[in-house]
């Protein structure tokens, strides 16, 4: 207790205004950095805690605010397969947070030990990194703090994206077992994605080059040492990486990355975009992508998670059928309500595969592509991933093929499977799954937007007075509180030809979200204004 007690006083927690508490939310704790300091100290106690309740596995704990502006932070933490954490406990690690003083902190952090039944006397392990943000070193002296006041083991991995953080939690909790995910470096991870890679090109090349925006985050210096593991002539283009400067903090972010790609619904001004060439975008932590281009004749044109999610199923889907194992494996496809409606569809009728709705939060999409043997999940805005049951592994692996294709299917299959990052959404290693099925595919980004036609279609955020007491079910896309407000939508949307329309509270900001599709932009737009209005 006298340690946590000492190591709090050093750390301590900002108390916030009455009426307001810290909240572990869909992306942990995030807000101005200098507010984080006590808030990561406790975090570091709470991964202890679960370390301790894991049989003692290694917990990651990942220091970034993503896509927010560069005074913003952020901390999370991860489970020892690399996925989010359990649920559950986010109220624990928001009740540890909001403890008022030092002393009610060890109340606390001591209360949790014994209803959770947790031998604090056993060993525990956490494995951490931050971004690129200045205000990370900080907040990582605060969570080693928080380790040794534990007697906790610290892997401090220094600068890292998101998903490479995830990577090493589940490298270093597979490590020597039968499932071993990977040496637990940083190597050890660009050194398992370029070998994939070069395995699923098999020679294939790709004309043009490719232009890598990487918003002026932690993406940008990972990538250009990601490359310099690729042999030369086993890459198939030449990738140029811009927006990759971190030594300016002010600029993370700025007019540049997939969230600003998203939202603004244009390419960054910098560097200038040049018309017909194939550009991607991450975000200031790599977990985010989307693909664009500037098309001659019609502008701008985004490709983004949903059409890397049916680019995916479509081409993973081909190859389990050219594999013989269209009987044995359940291919899944996972979206929110966010999704083009055109993408669903298509998903849906074209390439004849289930499509699942969760609630917005990657955690949610997670969970409910692991139900499947190959689930591939993203949310529109380029979060997302493809995950492999075991079972889809060995399949890969032990069935014997009959002909040369069924063997190209199955060894394609397998080294996907290592290329795709199994943890979280991964900017990298999904970019190279994009650049693999293009080149399979011999299709450039104009082939693979003909696919099908966006709906067009509006997000609004709607500045409310309570955004409480609106509640939704039907994996958010209808309310069910305030009574009598969905049937109002419900008589909108009705009015609209081929439209869509729902609302719900963001987890993220104080705010509504209203989004709205339909058969034109204008009508879209009209919508998206009435829906607004029912609930402003
Ligand atoms: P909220 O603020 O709950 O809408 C936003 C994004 C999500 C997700 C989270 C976490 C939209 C409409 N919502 O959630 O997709 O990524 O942030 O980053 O883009
Ligand atoms: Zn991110």
Not at 396 to 420: E, G, H, V, W
Not at 464 to 486: I, M, W, Y
Not at 489 to 501: G, L, M, N
Request: include cysteine; aromatic fraction near 8%.
């Amino acid at each position: 207790d006298d340690k946590i007690i000492a190591g709090s006083a050093k750390h301590p927690i900002v108390v916030l205004d009455k009426g307001q508490h810290y909240k572990y939310g869909t992306a942990g704790f995030r807000m101005k950095a200098d507010l984080l300091e006590g808030v990561t100290y406790r975090v570091g106690l709470l991964a202890s805690l679960r370390s301790r309740k894991l049989n003692s596995q290694a917990i990651g704990v990942m220091i970034t605010a993503s896509h927010n502006p560069a005074i913003d932070n952020g901390v999370k933490i991860v489970d020892p397969q690399g996925d989010m954490l359990e649920q559950e406990w986010e109220r624990y690690a928001t009740q540890l947070v909001n403890a008022p003083s030092d002393a009610e902190l060890a109340k606390v952090y001591n209360t949790l030990a014994t209803d959770l039944r947790i031998d604090i006397s056993a060993p525990a392990k956490v494995v951490y990194g931050r971004d690129t943000r200045p205000s990370g070193h900080t907040l990582v002296t605060a969570l080693a703090s928080a380790l040794e006041a534990t007697e906790t083991e610290a892997a401090d991995f220094k600068i890292l994206t998101t998903p490479q953080l995830h990577y090493l939690v589940r490298a270093t909790n597979s490590e020597g077992t039968p499932l071993a995910y990977g040496e637990v470096s940083e190597a050890g991870y660009y050194n398992k994605l370029s070998e994939a890679f070069v395995r699923c090109m098999k020679g294939k090349k790709i004309e043009g080059p490719l232009i890598v925006d990487c918003a002026n985050g932690v993406g940008g210096p990972k990538l250009n040492e990601f490359l310099k593991y690729i042999p030369q002539e086993k890459l198939p283009f030449e990738v140029k990486v811009v927006n990759d400067d971190i030594l300016r903090p002010e600029v993370l972010n700025l007019d540049s990355g997939a969230d600003f790609v998203k939202t603004k619904q244009r390419a960054p001004p910098h560097p200038k975009p040049q018309p017909g060439v194939r550009c991607c975008s991450f975000d200031g932590d790599a977990d985010r992508l989307i693909y664009y281009w500037i098309d001659p004749e019609v502008g701008f044109v985004m490709l983004d998670g949903d059409r890397i999610s049916s680019l995916a199923a479509s081409f993973i889907g081909d190859l389990v059928e050219s594999a013989g194992l269209k009987e044995e494996l359940r291919i899944g496809v996972v979206q929110t309500a966010y999704a083009n409606g055109a993408s669903t569809n298509y998903i849906r009728h074209h390439l004849k595969l289930p499509v699942i709705c969760t609630p917005t939060g990657v955690k949610h999409l997670h969970h409910v592509a692991q139900g499947f043997d190959i689930g591939v999940y993203f949310e529109a805005n380029g979060h997302g991933t493809v995950l492999f049951s075991p079972d889809a592994v060995t399949a890969f692996k032990k069935t014997d093929p009959q002909s040369p294709a069924q063997k190209d299917a199955l060894d394609t299959l397998a080294a996907l499977s290592d290329l795709i990052n199994q943890t979280v959404g991964d900017a990298l290693s999904d970019m190279l799954m994009v650049e693999v099925i293009l080149a399979h595919k011999a299709w450039s980004l104009r082939d693979w937007s003909m696919t099908y036609s966006d709906l067009p279609n509006r997000l609004v955020r709607v500045e409310v007075n309570n955004k409480d007491v609106f509640r939704t079910t039907d994996a958010e896309r209808r309310l069910s509180h305030p009574e009598g407000c969905q049937a109002e939508i419900d008589s909108e949307v009705k009015k609209f030809k081929d439209a869509r329309s729902f609302a719900r509270a963001s987890g993220t900001e104080n705010a509504m979200r209203v989004y709205a599709e339909a058969a034109s932009r204008s009508e879209a737009n009209e919508l998206a204004d009435r829906v607004a209005g029912i609930v402003s």
